[in-house]
Nanobody
Framework: QVQLVESGGGSVQAGGSLRLSCAVS????????MAWFRQAPGKEREGVAA????????VYADSVKGRFTISQDNAKNTLYLQMNSLKPEDTAMYYC???????????????????WGQGTQVTVSS
C-alpha cells in the first residue's frame, strides 16, 4: 500500500504562485508513475503534470505548460507541483496520484493510477 498526503493549497490572486507537496509513504518502492490531477466543480478530473518515479519524462497538460513544474525529492519521499502565473481557471481541488505501472502515453489519464491523496484546494481570484 502507498499513502499520499497533499498540502500547500490555498487562496492566491491571479499571477501569484503556490507550491503543492505530496508526502508519499508506505511501499514507495512500488511506485512507477506519479502525477498531479485537478478537478473543478462540475468538471472531469484532469491530468495536470506527471512523471516517472525516477525523476524523468515529465509531461504537462497544454493548459499549464510553461507555468507549472513537477518534481520530486527522493530523500524526502515528496512530490511537488510548483505553480506560477496562476489564473482563475486553475481553481480546483488538486490531487496527487501514484501508480505501480509505467503508464507511457497514459501518464495524464486518471484510470491508470491506483493510489490517490485526499486533495488540496487551490483558489485563484482575479
Amino acid at each position: 500500500q502507498v499513502q499520499l498526503v497533499e498540502s500547500g493549497g490555498g487562496s492566491v490572486q491571479a499571477g501569484g504562485s503556490l507550491r503543492l507537496s505530496c508526502a508519499v509513504s508506505g511501499n514507495t518502492f512500488t511506485t512507477r508513475s506519479m502525477a498531479w490531477f485537478r478537478q473543478a466543480p462540475g468538471k472531469e478530473r484532469e491530468g495536470v503534470a506527471a512523471m516517472y518515479s525516477g525523476g524523468y519524462s515529465m509531461v504537462y497538460a497544454d493548459s499549464v505548460k510553461g507555468r507549472f513544474t513537477i518534481s520530486q525529492d527522493n530523500a524526502k519521499n515528496t512530490l511537488y507541483l510548483q505553480m506560477n502565473s496562476l489564473k482563475p481557471e486553475d481553481t480546483a481541488m488538486y490531487y496527487c496520484a501514484a501508480s505501480s505501472a509505467v503508464l507511457h502515453q497514459w501518464l495524464l489519464t486518471p484510470i491508470g493510477y491506483n493510489y490517490w491523496g485526499q486533495g488540496t484546494q487551490v483558489t485563484v481570484s482575479s
